[in-house]
């Protein structure tokens, strides 16, 4: 099966006008200079400085750059009435991930990494467009920065009222981050399924959204899969080189290898921990991968019924 989107980025990497800002060979400089006169060629400086965060690495693409993927977003946009953000996606290949932002009035933007595109089948990839749409739809950053303003000025007040009764500081610092912090800490999950749901429900891309969180699982599972060989590959190494290595460095290898598996395992542990507490507690913005595909899966059952 053809998949569109990368077609479509293996093309734009090759294109006389954008060729510097992807090619691995090009000086860091020059691909840095393209890639501004890219971004500068289409957005004002007003259009640029509302959508700062997407510029450090994101290169605008256009109906004529890649048609397909901004036709999909536009058409998407149109359908729900969005106004269409500017489309952006990363100049290096480095992480698996998307994200929309809106501020003020602005269209705001969406930011697609490449590795995303060039790992996900077209339909897991317009699943997640679609959540970052969701996040525009809602208009969650807005929403976030006027929470954050509000509380900011509440937890002042507060801390001062508190300080000037109790005059101690360390009751001014805790009232001023719990009612600084605790709105923002609540509402984060809601964002996010917020997002999902307009995926699912709104753009009717459920099985898209699946595919993805299922990816993303088996991402895991593979990872540690090629771990676990390399670790039992390098023991096969060690034992058939016995005979040709001296005891010192056949002490020092083995040494090495139950450093490597140690270090490994506390901190798989650790980030298992860590996950779990922001997957499963107010603290962290996004439910789990399983949590997200059970929300699907039953959208989708109750669908069918
Ligand atoms: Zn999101």
Known sequence: MVEL???ELATLKV????????????EPCFAALHKDIQNCKEL??????????????GVVVTAETMPVLYGYVDALCKEHNVATPVVFIS???SIFNAFAAKLFASTGGIFICQKLILETSDRELEAVIAHEIG????????????LNMSTWIASCLMAD????KTGSKAVFLAQFFTAM????????????KQADEFACKEVGNASGLIEFFEHLEAKEVNAEQEHQEACQYTHKVLGENNAKLNIVHLISFNVDLYMIKINHSLTRNLTNFYKWIYHNTFIGAHPSPQARIAAAKKYLSTEVV
């Open 91 to 93: 100049s290096r290949k």
């Open 135 to 146: 996040h525009i739809k809602h208009d969650h950053v807005n929403k976030h920065l006027l």
């Open 181 to 192: 912090y605790l709105p923002s800490l609540l509402i984060n999950k809601r964002f996010e």
């Open 161 to 164: 009222h508190a300080f000037k």
């Open 15 to 26: 294109k006389a006008e954008t060729k510097y800002i992807f090619n691995k060979k090009t």
């Open 5 to 7: 989107y990368k077609q």
């Open 44 to 57: 004002s400086i007003v259009q640029r400085l509302v959508r700062y965060p997407f510029l450090t690495d």
